[in-house]
């Protein structure tokens, strides 16, 4: 299952970010494929937990499960490590 978003036309509303300026920075929270938005690890990572809708780039594990916060291995390794505030 993916959890892809089908996205219809005038379907403007997804809130993902920019600035003041118009300067659009949403290439590294979801991209297109055919006619759906498909969420990346970075969007999911922001949101916080997992949703446990199935997506394709869920970076928690155990992966699907509504909830979860812990980070899989396999991606951790990949990311810079994160500060804490």
């Given at each position: 299952?993916?959890?892809?978003?089908?996205?219809?036309?005038?379907?403007?509303?997804?809130?993902?970010?920019?600035d003041?300026?118009g300067?659009?920075?949403?290439?590294?929270?979801?991209?297109?494929?055919?006619?759906?938005v498909?969420?990346?690890?970075?969007?999911?990572?922001?949101?916080?937990?997992?949703?446990?809708?199935?997506?394709?780039?869920?970076?928690?594990?155990?992966?699907?499960?509504?909830?979860?916060?812990?980070?899989?291995?396999?991606?951790?390794?990949?990311?810079?490590?994160?500060?804490?505030?």
């Open positions: 299952m993916d959890s892809s978003t089908k996205a219809g036309e005038g379907s403007s509303d997804l809130s993902t970010g920019g003041a300026a300067n659009d920075d949403t290439s590294a929270l979801f991209y297109r494929e055919n006619g759906f498909v969420f990346t690890a970075a969007y999911h990572l922001s949101r916080g937990s997992c949703c446990g809708s199935g997506c394709r780039h869920c970076p928690y594990e155990p992966a699907h499960q509504a909830g979860g916060t812990v980070v899989s291995k396999a991606f951790a390794a990949d990311q810079p490590a994160r500060q804490s505030a």
